[in-house]
């Protein structure tokens, strides 16, 4: 620790999820904490849901590609900020 971002983002998108990674100074792998995940929610799926539940019934954002580009977006934006906020710990 600490890891780069683009470490940390590559772990979120392993198929098994939040990938443990494998430390260069200390070689043991570390896992993101159960804050991190909620803080990873946080910043991509709930800001989405919020967004189609809320905002995708106004113009013009109730165009279904218009409403699904913008729900991917916000998720790819949210995902790109989480690896500032989210903390690892020894697995
Ligand atoms: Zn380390």
Known sequence: MP????????SFWSWKG???????????????TATGRLIFVALTV???????KFISFFPPFNNFLVALGLA?????????VTPYFVRFKVV
């Open 3 to 10: 890891f780069s971002w683009s470490e940390i983002y590559k």
């Open 18 to 32: 939040y990938k443990p990674i494998e430390c260069d100074n200390c070689g043991k792998k570390h896992k993101i």
């Open 46 to 52: 709930l800001p989405m849901l919020i967004f189609i």
């Open 72 to 80: 991917l977006a916000i998720l790819f934006v949210g995902s790109l």
